[in-house]
């Protein structure tokens, strides 16, 4: 069963060999039907994979053995706690680079299959050979079907796909409604406003001058703003930094001079600990003067920076905040939040949403509202209240006829029409003429962008894309 791909290969990165990077390549090679749906000859389907019967998932003799199962009815539960859903959403991705092959699994979540013919020290080297043969198999199968409907097919993906593993937006003010616990509670909520909005630009005078002593001082503000405890002990400020930065500072390097902390002042330096926020020291606003530069990179973190901000500002630091307006517009109430599976290391500039949120599937929600939990009425009131991303829509690939602009720089040289990659990579090989596109999932902007180009239209699909991409490109004067 297509199932066990779940059972075993969770997070595993496996290396094509022999009979296993035969049966990728075939894979790749049965998805080059369809539009390529990015650069490197990137191929994906959506594939909903049924659960199986229980003997699929293991055997009593080995539940009995490796889960805490003593009789039948254990062993059922058992099997239903490990694979809860009937059915599954499998995608498959292929793609290739200078001549190497990568095949990738995802469950909307994550990536939990990897499999590449370029060994990167880390691969298994188990063969997954008959693993992937029953994806080829599979793939086959829907192939056919989708060829001669590939409307049903997207619509059925459109309809059927689960939420849990797509991306939508609702406005926070309607998810604080329907999920209380999830608005945060800000104490003394207009003071907070207040020095977020003194913040857009900067607060306070800069400072005339700025050393290693001084930006040590202001980092330990911050850093103590946030850290509910320390398990260390630190004589000065310096000592402080070292330890919290997992830094050291150069022997070398006098503490008080300018031009030395502009020395000291590169790689990371600046960021609290493992939290991906920055506290930075600049003098690029002001010349001749120095502001502090506050940065959240993670969106986890939005509301912890809030107490390093307080602290910055009520010690009189001059300070700009980056994330100030978008901070401001989630205590207001203002944005929106995203429902997306990917809220793991979620940077706070890559999307317009403030905030990322994961849905809970129905077999994982309570009976009764409680913190961190979905009810069933809960999710669907979210669900009904979203906007959602279309999912990208498979299309069987064509050649493009021979009188296409596509075509102008090369005319003399094809004498048959060619599939679009092939185009691009014939361009980009032959004439040194390199392409590419930019996935863009974004709510009023969704689709392709033309990559190292003016234009800025949002296209449909790779293929729309790529062809503008071509021809803005061809018809550059050299």
């Known amino acids: 069963m297509l199932a066990e791909l779940y059972a075993d290969h969770w997070l595993d990165e496996f290396l094509l060999e022999g009979v296993s990077l035969d049966i990728a390549w075939q894979i790749h090679k049965e998805l080059q039907v369809f539009e390529p749906s990015g650069d490197d000859d990137n191929r994906t389907i959506w594939l909903e994979v049924p659960r199986g019967g229980i003997s699929d998932w293991m055997s009593y003799e080995e539940a009995v053995c490796y889960e805490d199962v003593n009789d039948e009815e254990d062993y059922v539960e058992a099997w239903k706690v490990s694979h809860p859903r009937e059915t599954e959403w499998l995608k498959v991705m292929t793609s290739v680079y200078d001549g190497n092959i990568f095949l990738r699994l995802f469950d909307g979540e994550s990536c939990f299959g990897s499999y590449r013919s370029k060994d990167v020290g880390s691969c298994s080297k188990e063969k997954p050979s008959e693993y992937l043969a029953l994806l080829l198999n599979e793939i086959r199968l829907l192939k056919e079907r989708i060829i001669s409907d590939p409307e049903s097919y997207n619509e059925y993906v459109e309809k059927n796909l689960p939420k849990q593993k797509r991306t939508g937006r609702i406005s926070r003010k309607e998810l604080n409604r329907i999920l209380p616990w999830y608005k945060e509670e800000i104490e003394n909520q207009e003071e907070v406003e207040k020095i977020l909005q003194d913040c857009i630009e900067c607060s306070g005078e800069p400072l005339e001058r700025m050393t290693i002593r001084i930006y040590c001082k202001y980092y330990r503000i911050a850093y103590e703003a946030y850290a509910e405890r320390l398990d260390f002990e630190a004589k000065d400020d310096i000592e402080f930094y070292t330890k919290c930065a997992h830094k050291s500072i150069d022997d070398k390097l006098s503490l008080d001079s300018e031009k030395d902390f502009k020395k000291f002042a590169y790689d990371h330096y600046g960021e609290l600990g493992l939290t991906r926020m920055n506290l930075y020291a600049c003098d690029c606003d002001v010349p001749g003067k120095w502001v502090f530069h506050f940065a959240v990179s993670y969106s986890a973190w939005l509301w912890d920076a809030l107490k390093i901000a307080k602290a910055l500002y009520e010690s009189g630091a001059p300070l ?69 991303l279309p999912e990208d829509k498979l299309k069987v690939q064509h050649k493009i006829p021979l009188d296409s602009p596509v075509y102008d720089l090369i005319r003399d040289e094809v004498k048959e029409p060619m599939f679009l990659y092939d185009i691009k990579m014939y361009l980009w090989e032959k004439h040194d003429k390199y392409v590419s596109t930019w996935y863009c999932a974004e709510f009023g902007g969704n689709g392709y962008t033309c990559g190292h180009s003016d234009d800025e239209k949002v296209y449909d699909s790779w293929s729309e894309a790529i062809q503008a991409a071509i021809v803005e490109c061809i018809q550059k004067k050299e």
């Open 320 to 388: 700009q905040i980056s994330s100030a307006e978008r901070t401001l517009a989630a205590l207001q109430e203002r944005d929106y939040v995203r429902l997306t599976p990917h809220t793991f290391h979620n940077y706070l500039n890559h999307h317009e949403e403030t905030s990322v949120l994961s849905l809970h599937y129905e077999c994982e929600c309570v009976d009764k509202a409680e913190p961190e939990c979905f009810t069933r009425e809960q999710l669907q009131e979210i669900i009904d209240h979203s906007e959602w």
